[in-house]
T-cell receptor, first 115, second 114 residues
Framework: DGGITQSPKYLFRKEGQNVTLSCEQNLNHDAMYWYRQDPGQGLRLIYYSQIVNDFQKGDIAEGYSVSREKKESFPLTVTSAQKNPTAFYLC??????????????FGPGTRLTVL | AQSVTQLGSHVSVSEGALVLLRCNYSSSVPPYLFWYVQYPNQGLQLLLKYTSAATLVKGINGFEAEFKKSETSFHLTKPSAHMSDAAEYFCAVSDQRRDDKIIFGKGTRLHILP
């Protein structure tokens, strides 16, 4: 079945540690996205990539980093510079044909807790 | 710049009653609009989308939404609520500045009363 996988589902981190969240898709989509979700805040865009080896900052990129070395993979690193990293993180992808009406498909999410 | 506003962060309806979740958008160009649903601790799933083909859009699980340009609204409805509809619902609009980006509302949590 085609879809998006995120791992792990739950992640615990000590303060001062970097941690990497995995996102893989087998939908052959060009565009991929990372969102952060906090209660009552909706979804906020961290980074997005429209093509391999290229990515752009979203609205809340500070303290995060990404890479896009393969079309199917878009890992997110939460660095120690992120002041309040405890949140639910969602990865998404879309066809990325440059059309505004293409919907995004979401993974199941990773819940990160900083101890 | 585009934006969406969802009226009511929490909505409660009785099982079998009409579901109405409100969404108003702001856009200087013809918008493309989406409704997504999120069940607890899961990702988002597309319910329906408006792409200007028809103003009344039917989606999955019996939901539908009507695009009203004069009211800049895209409200989500379902004639009869079911317990399984309890979830969080997000209205979203495509970002005219950059293709493939979507701007999400803050969400409305739907509670179904037995």
């Amino acid at each position: 079945d085609g879809g998006i996988t995120q791992s792990p589902k739950y992640l615990f981190r000590k303060e001062g540690q970097n941690v990497t969240l995995s996102c893989e898709q087998n939908l052959n989509h060009d565009a991929m996205y990372w969102y952060r979700q906090d209660p009552g805040q909706g979804l906020r865009l961290i980074y997005y990539s429209q093509i391999v080896n290229d990515f752009q900052k979203g609205d809340i990129a500070e303290g995060y980093s990404v890479s896009r070395e393969k079309k199917e993979s878009f890992p997110l690193t939460v660095t120690s510079a992120q002041k309040n990293p405890t949140a639910f993180y969602l990865c998404a992808s879309s066809i990325g044909s440059g059309s505004r009406y293409n919907e995004q498909f979401f993974g199941p999410g990773t819940r990160l807790t900083v101890l | 710049a585009q934006s969406v506003t969802q009226l009511g962060s929490h909505v409660s309806v009785s099982e079998g009653a009409l579901v109405l979740l409100r969404c108003n958008y702001s856009s200087s160009v013809p918008p493309y609009l989406f409704w997504y649903v999120q069940y607890p601790n899961q990702g988002l799933q597309l319910l329906l989308k408006y792409t200007s083909a028809a103003t009344l859009v039917k989606g999955i699980n019996g939901f539908e939404a009507e695009f009203k340009k004069s009211e800049t609204s895209f409200h989500l409805t379902k004639p009869s609520a079911h317990m399984s509809d309890a979830a969080e619902y997000f209205c979203a609009v495509s970002d005219q500045r950059r293709d493939d980006k979507i701007i999400f509302g803050k969400g409305t949590r739907l509670h179904i009363l037995p």
